[in-house]
C-alpha cells in the first residue's frame, strides 16, 4: 500500500458487516481490491456530477438564447420568461402585476 502524501486522503468508513463481505466477494471476483473499487466508484461519480452539471448548463444556455431570437409572444417563451423570472427570484414581481395581490 502506498504512503500517505499530501494528495491523498486516508479514510475509514463504518459500514455493516454484511454489506462489506458481499462487498469484498465482488471485488474479489472482478479481480479488484476494495480500495480500488472505491476509488473507482468515487471517480465515476465526480465524472458522472460534472456530465450532469455541463449538461444542465447547455441546456440552460440553449433555452436562454433561444428566447431571445424566437417570437416573444409565443407560448414557450412566455414560460421561458416566467421560469427566467422564477430562477430570478422576481415571480413575486410578476404575480403582483398578474393578480394585483402580493405575495408575502
Not at 454489506?19 to 481490491?33: D, G, I, M, P, V
Not at 465515476?44 to 440553449?62: C, F, P, Q
Amino acid at each position: 500500500m502506498p504512503s500517505p502524501s499530501k494528495d491523498s486522503h486516508i479514510m475509514q468508513v463504518r459500514v455493516p458487516k454484511p454489506l462489506w463481505e458481499r462487498f469484498t466477494k465482488a471485488c474479489h471476483r472482478a479481480n479488484a481490491t476494495p480500495s480500488e473499487s472505491i476509488r473507482e466508484f468515487m471517480r465515476s461519480l465526480v465524472r458522472e456530477e460534472s456530465e450532469v452539471i455541463e449538461a444542465l448548463n447547455s441546456a440552460e444556455k440553449a433555452l436562454l438564447d433561444g428566447s431571445r431570437s424566437a417570437d416573444k409572444a409565443s407560448p414557450t417563451n412566455i414560460g421561458r420568461e416566467q421560469w427566467q423570472k422564477l430562477r430570478t427570484g422576481a415571480i413575486e414581481e410578476w404575480d403582483e402585476q398578474e393578480t394585483g395581490d402580493s405575495i408575502k
